[in-house]
């Protein structure tokens, strides 16, 4: 009796020894490959193949890639272990990085992202040229002076260290299309007003205003040049009430005499 229930279920499931036989294969299969990934694993992480042979920089502007890849130390050390901590500080120490971000891309490549605080004035000091950051902060750029960027205005006059940092920060408030709008500053001190500044603009007007809230005086200009005539040019008083002022001509001076 219990022969004849041991061939049915035979005859019923045919295929169970080859299941049996598939499952053990698949089991073979994942316990080698499981030995073969920690014999790769051993030789990766004690091969140079997992140090770092490449460092990206991303988003500078200023700051070189050279300068940035070589302080931070990365290139040959480990892709898992790398100091990351140490490797901020030092880049941290330019002042024109604010920021930085540390990723590693699969196999061998870590990638610096910067973020670099705005330049938003530039000045002559004992024949260099320096760029004024949106901290206030002074930095020298170019030694010799050779150069002058037109991405932000040239300040001019600015000795007192806490006017120019207060102008700084206005240039910081204000829109870039007004920044690039503006050649140079000049800081034209007066006995009722020490902060007092002619501003030179690229499209021939004239400013003249004061540091005290510079950025909210000058958004109203491009609403006011708007309504003026290009072909005459002259000064835009922007202190109080805005008004223009044209420039006075050598003919205007001749009949003015004559009167």
Same mark, same amino acid.
């Given at each position: ?17 080859? %299941?049996?036989? %598939?499952? @053990?294969? /698949? ?25 770092? %042979? &490449?460092?990206?920089?991303?988003? &500078?502007?200023?700051? @070189? ?11 040959? =050390?480990?892709?898992? *272990? ?15 990085? =604010? ?15 910067? $973020? ?9 000091? $004992? *024949? ?24 932000? !205005? ?20 204000? =829109? ?16 009722? $007003?020490?902060?007092?500044? /002619? ?8 400013? /003249?205003?004061?540091? &005290? $809230? ?22 835009? /008083?922007?202190?109080? &009430?805005?008004?223009?002022? !044209? ?13």
């Amino acid at each position: 009796m219990s022969d004849k229930k041991v061939v049915d279920l035979e005859e019923r499931i045919p295929t169970l020894k080859e %299941q049996r036989k %598939q499952r @053990a294969n /698949h089991r073979l299969i994942l316990y080698l490959s499981v030995f073969f990934l920690l014999i790769a694993s051993v030789v990766y992480f004690q091969s140079p193949l997992s140090n770092i %042979q &490449n460092v990206e920089v991303i988003n &500078n502007d200023y700051v @070189a890639d050279d300068w940035i890849i070589t302080e931070t130390h990365f290139l040959d =050390a480990s892709f898992w *272990g790398y100091d990351d901590r140490s490797a901020e500080e030092q880049l941290l120490s330019h002042p024109q990085l =604010a920021e930085v971000k540390f990723s590693r891309r699969f196999p061998n490549t870590i990638v610096v992202d910067v $973020d670099e605080y705005n330049r938003v004035a530039y000045t002559y000091e $004992d *024949g260099g040229l320096s760029t004024i950051l949106e901290t206030g902060e002074r930095m020298v750029i170019d030694k010799n002076g050779e150069t002058y960027p037109t991405d932000a !205005p040239l300040l001019v006059n600015f000795d007192e260290h806490d006017i120019q940092k207060e102008m700084a920060l206005e240039l910081t408030e204000l =829109a870039p299309e007004l920044s690039v709008r503006m050649s140079e500053v000049h800081l034209r001190p007066t006995e009722s $007003d020490e902060k007092r500044i /002619h501003v030179y603009m690229n499209d021939g007007f004239e400013v /003249h205003s004061t540091v &005290n $809230d510079f950025s909210e005086r000058l958004d109203a200009y491009p609403s006011i040049v708007k309504q003026l005539d290009p072909e005459v040019e002259g000064i835009i /008083h922007m202190r109080m &009430n805005p008004y223009f002022e !044209p420039f006075t001509t050598e003919e205007d001076n001749e009949g003015e005499r004559q009167e």
